[in-house]
C-alpha cells in the first residue's frame, strides 16, 4: 500500500472504528446508521478501499453523534482531512482539488448553521441590533462563501443557473444578518451542486455495489428461440426389451475393441524382440561424436604390453570421449577403464552474501571508522575486501581505498571525508581459486547533519490534563532545511498517529487517548536527504 495512504487509513482505523469500538458499537450498528453495506465498511476499515468525501463526513459525523460529550476535536477532524487529501493525491489526483472545495464548503456551512441557530434562539425584538461592517463575523462569512464560488468557476466547475427571486409585494425585508446569511447559504448550495455533478462525473463505481440495480433495455428483448425437434428418438420412449438389446449390442462392441487393441500390443512386442541389434553404431560411451575422430590413446599396462583405448578427439560434430585406463594381466583381472574425460574441475564458490552496511546507507558517526561485514561461504579459505571512493582523487572517477585479503567476516578501514563509496567481496577457495564476486554496495558518509536534539516533553513525562494538546520542541540542527515528526501510540503494539514535516523546531498535536506516546525527529537537508533521527521519547497520559 502506498505510504501516504497507509497512513490515513492507520489514523482512520483509531479515531473511528477503534473509537467506536471502545464506545461498545458493533460493525451492524455502524451499517444500519451509515446505510452502507458490510462489505463497503469492512473494505474501508481494512484499507481496501478509499471513502469519498461524503463518506469521510458521514464516519467522522457518527463518532460525534455517538461518542456523547467527548466529541472530535478540530484539530483531530483536521488531522484526518489532511492525511486523507494527501492519500486522495496519490489514488486519484482527479478528485483531489474538488475534495478540497468540498471540505471548504462544507467548513463554511458548518459555521453557517452555528451562527443561523444564535440568531434563531434570541428574542425577537434583538434579533436587528447588530450592525453590519466588514468585521463583522457574517460579513466574513459570506466572503469566504463567495470567494470559495469565485474558486469554483474559475476551477472550470459549471456552475448551477441563478434564478432571478423577487419577493413578493409587502414582504418584510429580515434583518441584514439574516440576509447576509442567506446569502451565504445560496452561495453555499451554488457550490455544493457543482461539486456534486462534477465528482459524480469522476468518482469510479465501486466493484463491489451497496445494493442491487436493475437493468433496462434501451431496446425489446428478442423473442426466446423456437426448440427444434430432436431427429434422435428419446429413451423414455422406447419398450423396455428394445433399451436391453442396444445396450448389450454397445457391450459387445467395446468387447472387441479391446481384444483387437490387446491383440497388436503382443505382435508389436514379440516383432521389436525379433528384430536383429544393430552394433555398427558407435556407443556414446566409447566412440567420439558424429564425426571422424582421431584414435584413442595407447596405455601400458602392467606387462609391458599396451592397451588400445577406444575413444580419442572428435571429428567435425564435437570433442569425443578421452580414455584412460589400465589392465592387470598378471592377476588375469580385467582394470577399470575410465571413460568419459578427465577429471572434472571443482564447482565455483558462489558470491558472498553482503549484511552490513545497507545498500545505499548514509553514515554520520565521526570519525569515520566504517565496518563492513557478510555472510561466510562454505569451501572459502579467505575473502578479497575491495572498497573504492568517489571522487577522492579524481572528480566523477572510483579510486581504490582497500583491496586485501582477510580470513574474517568482517574489515574495518578509516573513510577519508564526506564521499560516496563502494565495496564488494570475492571468496577464494584453499587452492588460490577465486568464485564469483559480489556486486557492488554503496554507502556515503555525511558528518555535517547530527540528530536533533530534545527538549520537551522530558522522556517518561505523566500528562493529567485534558483535552492532551500536546507541544513537542527540539534544538535546531545545522544544514537542515526541515524536520519530520513522529508520533505514536500504544494498543498492544506502537502504532503511528502523525508523521509530518515542519520547518520550526516545534509540533503541536491532539493526542489520541489516554494512554502511552512516543516521538521522535528526523532532520531534512536541502536535497531531501534524512539525517540521523533523535531517540524514541516517551510519554503518558492517564486521562
Given at each position: 500500500m502506498?505510504?501516504?495512504?497507509?497512513?490515513?487509513?492507520?489514523?482512520?482505523?483509531?479515531?473511528?472504528?477503534?473509537?467506536?469500538?471502545?464506545?461498545?458499537?458493533?460493525?451492524a450498528?455502524?451499517?444500519?446508521?451509515?446505510?452502507?453495506?458490510?462489505?463497503?465498511?469492512?473494505?474501508?476499515?481494512?484499507?481496501?478501499?478509499?471513502?469519498?468525501?461524503?463518506?469521510?463526513?458521514?464516519?467522522?459525523?457518527?463518532?460525534?453523534?455517538?461518542?456523547?460529550?467527548?466529541?472530535?476535536?478540530?484539530?483531530?477532524?483536521?488531522?484526518?482531512?489532511?492525511?486523507?487529501?494527501?492519500?486522495?493525491?496519490?489514488?486519484?489526483?482527479?478528485?483531489?482539488?474538488?475534495?478540497?472545495?468540498?471540505?471548504?464548503?462544507?467548513?463554511?456551512?458548518?459555521?453557517?448553521?452555528?451562527?443561523?441557530?444564535e440568531?434563531?434562539?434570541?428574542?425577537?425584538?434583538?434579533?436587528?441590533?447588530?450592525?453590519l461592517?466588514?468585521e463583522?463575523?457574517?460579513?466574513?462569512?459570506?466572503?469566504?462563501?463567495?470567494?470559495?464560488?469565485?474558486?469554483?468557476?474559475?476551477?472550470?466547475v459549471?456552475?448551477?443557473?441563478?434564478?432571478?427571486?423577487?419577493?413578493?409585494p409587502?414582504?418584510?425585508?429580515?434583518?441584514?444578518?439574516?440576509?447576509?446569511?442567506?446569502?451565504?447559504?445560496?452561495?453555499?448550495?451554488?457550490?455544493?451542486?457543482?461539486?456534486?455533478?462534477?465528482?459524480?462525473?469522476?468518482?469510479?463505481?465501486?466493484?463491489?455495489?451497496?445494493?442491487?440495480?436493475?437493468?433496462?433495455?434501451?431496446?425489446?428483448?428478442?423473442?426466446?428461440?423456437?426448440?427444434?425437434?430432436?431427429?434422435?428418438?428419446?429413451?423414455?420412449?422406447?419398450?423396455s426389451?428394445?433399451?436391453?438389446?442396444?445396450?448389450?449390442?454397445?457391450?459387445?462392441?467395446?468387447?472387441?475393441?479391446?481384444v483387437?487393441l490387446l491383440?497388436?500390443?503382443?505382435?508389436?512386442?514379440?516383432?521389436?524382440?525379433?528384430?536383429?541389434?544393430?552394433?555398427?553404431?558407435?556407443?556414446?560411451?566409447?566412440?567420439?561424436?558424429?564425426?571422424?575422430?582421431?584414435?584413442?590413446?595407447?596405455?601400458?599396462?602392467?606387462?609391458?604390453?599396451?592397451?588400445?583405448?577406444?575413444?580419442?578427439?572428435?571429428?567435425?560434430?564435437?570433442?569425443?570421449?578421452?580414455?584412460?585406463?589400465?589392465?592387470?594381466?598378471?592377476?588375469?583381472?580385467?582394470?577399470?577403464?575410465?571413460?568419459?574425460?578427465?577429471?572434472?574441475?571443482?564447482?565455483?564458490?558462489?558470491?558472498?552474501?553482503?549484511?552490513?552496511?545497507?545498500?545505499?546507507?548514509?553514515?554520520?558517526?565521526?570519525?569515520?571508522?566504517t565496518?563492513?561485514?557478510?555472510?561466510?561461504?562454505?569451501?572459502?579459505?579467505?575473502?578479497r575486501?575491495?572498497?573504492?571512493?568517489?571522487?577522492?582523487?579524481?572528480?566523477g572517477a572510483?579510486?581504490?581505498?582497500?583491496?586485501?585479503?582477510?580470513?574474517?567476516?568482517?574489515?574495518?578501514?578509516?573513510?577519508?571525508?564526506?564521499n560516496?563509496?563502494?565495496?564488494?567481496?570475492?571468496?577464494?577457495?584453499?587452492?588460490g581459486?577465486?568464485?564469483?564476486?559480489?556486486?557492488?554496495?554503496?554507502?556515503?558518509?555525511?558528518?555535517?547533519?547530527q540528530?536533533?536534539?530534545?527538549?520537551?516533553?522530558?522522556?517518561?513525562?505523566?500528562?493529567?490534563?485534558?483535552?492532551?494538546?500536546?507541544?513537542?520542541?527540539?534544538?535546531?540542527?545545522?544544514?537542515?532545511?526541515?524536520?519530520?515528526?513522529?508520533?505514536?501510540?500504544?494498543?498492544?503494539?506502537?502504532?503511528?498517529?502523525i508523521?509530518?514535516e515542519?520547518?520550526?523546531?516545534?509540533?503541536?498535536?491532539?493526542?489520541?487517548?489516554?494512554?502511552?506516546?512516543?516521538?521522535?525527529v528526523?532532520?531534512?537537508?536541502?536535497?531531501g536527504?534524512?539525517?540521523?533521527?533523535?531517540?524514541?521519547?516517551?510519554?503518558?497520559?492517564?486521562?
Amino acid at each position: 500500500m502506498e505510504p501516504k495512504k497507509r497512513a490515513f487509513v492507520e489514523v482512520l482505523r483509531v479515531v473511528v472504528f477503534d473509537r467506536m469500538k471502545e464506545l461498545g458499537f458493533t460493525y451492524a450498528v455502524m451499517i444500519k446508521r451509515l446505510g452502507y453495506s458490510e462489505t463497503k465498511l469492512s473494505r474501508i476499515a481494512n484499507g481496501l478501499q478509499l471513502p469519498d468525501c461524503a463518506e469521510l463526513f458521514a464516519l467522522l459525523d457518527l463518532v460525534d453523534e455517538k461518542a456523547l460529550g467527548q466529541p472530535l476535536t478540530e484539530t483531530v477532524r483536521e488531522h484526518v482531512w489532511g492525511l486523507y487529501l494527501r492519500a486522495v493525491e496519490v489514488t486519484r489526483p482527479d478528485l483531489a482539488e474538488y475534495y478540497r472545495f468540498k471540505k471548504e464548503e462544507e467548513d463554511i456551512r458548518r459555521r453557517q448553521h452555528a451562527m443561523a441557530a444564535e440568531r434563531a434562539s434570541r428574542p425577537p425584538e434583538s434579533a436587528a441590533e447588530d450592525d453590519l461592517d466588514k468585521e463583522h463575523a457574517a460579513v466574513q462569512l459570506r466572503d469566504e462563501a463567495a470567494r470559495l464560488h469565485g474558486q469554483i468557476a474559475r476551477a472550470g466547475v459549471p456552475l448551477p443557473p441563478q434564478p432571478i427571486v423577487t419577493p413578493p409585494p409587502g414582504a418584510q425585508r429580515p434583518p441584514a444578518v439574516d440576509a447576509m446569511l442567506d446569502n451565504t447559504a445560496w452561495l453555499l448550495d451554488q457550490v455544493e451542486q457543482a461539486l456534486i455533478r462534477q465528482i459524480a462525473r469522476a468518482e469510479p463505481v465501486d466493484a463491489v455495489s451497496d445494493e442491487e440495480t436493475t437493468f433496462t433495455p434501451s431496446r425489446p428483448a428478442p423473442p426466446p428461440p423456437v426448440p427444434r425437434p430432436s431427429p434422435f428418438r428419446s429413451t423414455a420412449a422406447l419398450p423396455s426389451g428394445e433399451i436391453a438389446r442396444r445396450a448389450g449390442h454397445a457391450a459387445a462392441y467395446l468387447l472387441s475393441f479391446a481384444v483387437v487393441l490387446l491383440c497388436t500390443v503382443l505382435v508389436a512386442g514379440y516383432v521389436l524382440d525379433r528384430l536383429p541389434a544393430d552394433d555398427s553404431s558407435p556407443s556414446p560411451s566409447r566412440g567420439a561424436d558424429q564425426g571422424g575422430g582421431a584414435s584413442g590413446n595407447t596405455t601400458t599396462t602392467s606387462d609391458g604390453g599396451s592397451s588400445r583405448n577406444p575413444g580419442g578427439a572428435g571429428g567435425a560434430g564435437g570433442t569425443g570421449d578421452t580414455g584412460s585406463g589400465t589392465t592387470n594381466r598378471g592377476t588375469g583381472n580385467s582394470g577399470s577403464t575410465t571413460r568419459g574425460g578427465g577429471e572434472s574441475s571443482p564447482s565455483r564458490l558462489p558470491a558472498p552474501t553482503l549484511l552490513q552496511p545497507g545498500d545505499g546507507a548514509v553514515l554520520t558517526h565521526s570519525p569515520r571508522t566504517t565496518r563492513v561485514e557478510w555472510a561466510g561461504v562454505t569451501g572459502a579459505s579467505e575473502y578479497r575486501v575491495e572498497v573504492e571512493c568517489q571522487h577522492c582523487m579524481t572528480i566523477g572517477a572510483w579510486s581504490p581505498q582497500a583491496n586485501t585479503t582477510t580470513t574474517d567476516t568482517s574489515h574495518s578501514f578509516q573513510w577519508p571525508a564526506d564521499n560516496e563509496g563502494r565495496w564488494r567481496i570475492t571468496a577464494i577457495a584453499a587452492d588460490g581459486t577465486s568464485g564469483s564476486t559480489s556486486p557492488w554496495r554503496y554507502f556515503r558518509y555525511d558528518t555535517s547533519m547530527q540528530a536533533p536534539v530534545q527538549v520537551s516533553p522530558a522522556d517518561g513525562t505523566v500528562f493529567e490534563a485534558f483535552p492532551r494538546t500536546t507541544t513537542l520542541t527540539w534544538e535546531s540542527v545545522s544544514g537542515t532545511s526541515r524536520y519530520t515528526v513522529e508520533v505514536e501510540f500504544y494498543d498492544t503494539e506502537w502504532r503511528p498517529w502523525i508523521k509530518d514535516e515542519t520547518a520550526s523546531t516545534s509540533y503541536q498535536f491532539d493526542f489520541v487517548g489516554a494512554q502511552e506516546g512516543r516521538w521522535r525527529v528526523t532532520g531534512i537537508a536541502e536535497d531531501g536527504s534524512s539525517g540521523p533521527s533523535s531517540s524514541w521519547w516517551h510519554f503518558t497520559y492517564t486521562v
